[in-house]
């Protein structure tokens, strides 16, 4: 268990004086559902008595010995290894607004040698020269030395990344930055939004306050940026307006003056966030866009559609897509760098709509000469999927039947209730009072206000609701739809293991920290020797890798973009000794090739290997097979 993120989860439930669904949790932490209840079965287990409650609308938390936990978790988290330690002094630096620390102070504070610190503050040298800073050592004195552009960069990594769980809110920015008013500023920017009508997205609102909240630090404390040509911008340049008047209600606010490249600081900032300017027509957004980027926008939309038979091309998908690719390209030319605290929960929960994503980053690179980060291609993931899930038809929803006595209209409030809150997720097919009934109905969830007398003969999940509506049970709805759709990709791997899965495929790697790179060249060699892929699979798979690691905790899943495999199939190697894949520890890599025909099977595919590595059971029975018939018969008794 991650102490870090077990803290964040309880510090995430003591913030609020409601329950929080096991789903919010795993959206808050980048966990899945699974993982969160284990993470809470583990944290009440150290416990000296229980504190998390889990109740029917979620959980909520016994105050007093919530506290406590926290406390002590506190006492245990000084910094243990260098990155930590690496951080620590950053963040004295930064806050202090100093050059230079005493060396023998900061040991002390960190409880490490002097000598210790000495080797780390040289290391630090090859860890943060990407951000134009250096360390020396003069005497007892640690001394940092960056200009100012560097340190500003350095403290939006300090106070965000570097905290180890990739996760800012209002109460960390405040909390790193105690000596401005962070709340003044985000209801000034709000209030600007709201009144220039500009719309911009939480996570973008919180990387302007963060980073408006860092340079009002920086000036207060006597560090302004040093002067810089003026951006270009028209009169008629709305952004600019906003700007401006931004930085006059913050000279205000905070009693300082800004100049011309700090008011320049703020425009750019504004320009690499802000999404698209609300209610205006399509003739104005074209004009803002431009035609030439607003034909590369229609081009990817009929490469998705050609290579995954997925269609966009739809205006409520296609012109605010095209208005964040152009602040893309603003924050990819401008060097501002955009950070998603959801990436990897959008990676690890929707891979083929990630894929998707990797694929129109590739275009934009290709044809506009810029890289793409992981966080941007995150986002990009959110426009596809949410277009994806807004066409979504019923096939993808859940069958759900209610059981419900006809009552004072009892069953009609209950079926509002459930379309209001699961439309998108369940086809409620029919609704009876009689349970003789069900039998005639195709189902896959019952919900109930009536005591059953044995369970479905379908095998049905169930969820027991009283006739007064669901609203404390929305938790166990959600949980029960999980456990269904996890269900559907288990099946999918099972009824296809033997056309997918072959022994010619299956090897084990006796080597400790192998080279990824190596062993998908061996593996894609036997692939093709075997037939199933093209001869050009192995570039497609570092193409693929380059962009974005396939990489997860315990596994990897290297595959191609183009779904042109000349027969589906995914080659097995395990890693008993671990290997090292983009971060993660890897015991076990499935090399997917897919061809178009299962190309609606992937994402499910994908899907259900990651949900093998959550089963810890199942994942150690996996890691110790020895043969493929070992591997085949852990992969079909999975439950």
């Avoid at 205006?315 to 897509?321: M, T």
């Avoid at 290997?609 to 029975?621: A, H, K, W």
């Amino acid at each position: 268990m991650d102490t870090n993120k077990a803290r964040a989860l309880v510090e995430y439930l003591t913030r609020h004086d409601r329950a929080v669904t096991a789903k919010e949790l795993a959206g808050f932490l980048n966990l899945s559902v699974r993982s969160v209840k284990s993470y809470i079965s583990s944290i009440n287990g150290e416990a000296k008595a229980p504190f998390i409650i889990s109740g029917h609308s979620g959980y909520t938390t016994n105050p007093a010995a919530a506290r406590n936990y926290l406390r002590a978790v506190r006492r245990e988290n000084t910094p243990q290894d260098y990155e930590e330690r690496a951080n620590w002094i950053n963040q004295k630096f930064l806050r202090y607004h100093v050059s230079k620390l005493n060396l023998y102070d900061v040991a002390e504070a960190l409880n490490y040698s002097a000598d210790t610190i000495r080797g780390d503050v040289r290391r630090m040298n090859g860890s943060f020269a990407s951000f134009g800073i250096s360390y020396e050592l003069h005497g007892n004195d640690i001394c940092m030395i960056a200009d100012e552009k560097s340190l500003r960069k350095l403290a939006s990594y300090s106070y965000f990344e570097g905290s180890g769980d990739r996760i800012v809110s209002y109460d960390s920015i405040k909390s790193n930055l105690d000596d401005v008013d962070v709340e003044g500023i985000r209801r000034i920017l709000e209030h600007t939004m709201a009144e220039l009508n500009l719309y911009v997205n939480d996570f973008s609102l919180t990387n302007i306050v963060l980073h408006t909240s860092i340079m009002a630090s920086r000036v207060l404390s006597h560090h302004e940026l040093p002067s810089e040509p003026c951006p270009e911008h028209g009169e008629d340049d709305i952004v600019y307006h906003a700007a401006q008047r931004i930085c006059v209600e913050m000279e205000d606010l905070l009693n300082l003056s800004l100049s011309r490249e700090e008011q320049n600081n703020i425009y750019f900032l504004l320009r690499a966030n802000i999404n698209l300017p609300v209610g205006n027509s399509h003739e104005d957004i074209l004009n803002f866009v431009g035609d030439e980027l607003m034909q590369f926008v229609e081009e990817l939309i009929r490469e998705v559609d050609a290579k995954y038979y997925i269609n966009l091309n739809s205006e409520p998908f296609r012109y605010p897509f095209a208005m964040h690719i152009k602040n893309l390209l603003f924050r990819a030319r401008h060097n501002y760098r955009l950070t998603n605290p959801m990436s990897s929960a959008i990676r690890y929960s929707h891979p083929m709509i990630f894929d998707i994503a990797v694929h129109g980053a590739l275009m934009i690179n290709e044809t506009y000469h810029v890289r793409i980060s992981e966080d941007e291609i995150s986002y990009l993931a959110l426009h596809i999927g949410g277009e994806i899930e807004r066409q979504a038809d019923t096939r993808s929803r859940i069958r759900t039947v209610l059981l419900c006595p006809r009552y004072l209209e009892f069953a009609g409030k209950i079926s509002n209730q459930l379309l209001i809150s699961f439309g998108d997720e369940i086809d409620l097919v029919a609704c009876t009072e009689d349970p003789a009934a069900l039998e005639r109905y195709r189902y896959e969830l019952l919900i109930t206000t009536v005591a059953l007398e044995s369970p479905p003969k379908n095998g049905a999940a169930v969820v027991s609701v009283p006739l007064l509506g669901i609203g404390k049970y929305k938790s166990e709805i959600e949980n029960a739809l999980d456990s269904i759709r996890n269900a559907r990709r288990i099946r999918v791997l099972k009824s296809n293991f033997d056309r997918i899965f072959s022994e010619k495929l299956f090897s084990i790697n006796p080597e400790k920290n192998a080279d990824p790179a190596q062993i998908m060249e061996g593996m894609a060699r036997q692939m093709i020797e075997q037939g199933t892929v093209q001869e050009d699979f192995y570039q497609r798979l570092m193409e693929r890798e380059q962009a974005s690691s396939t990489g997860f905790p315990n596994i990897a899943i290297p595959h191609s973009m183009k779904m042109d495999a000349i027969r589906t199939s995914i080659n097995v190697m395990l890693c008993p000794q671990g290997v090292t894949w983009g971060g993660n520890i890897v015991k076990i890599v499935m090399m997917v090739a897919i061809h178009r025909t299962d190309l609606r099977m992937f994402g499910d595919l994908y899907q259900a290997l990651l949900e093998l590595m959550d089963d810890p059971r199942s994942r150690e029975t996996l890691f110790k097979s020895r043969s493929f018939e070992q591997f085949r018969d852990c992969i079909l008794h999975w439950n």
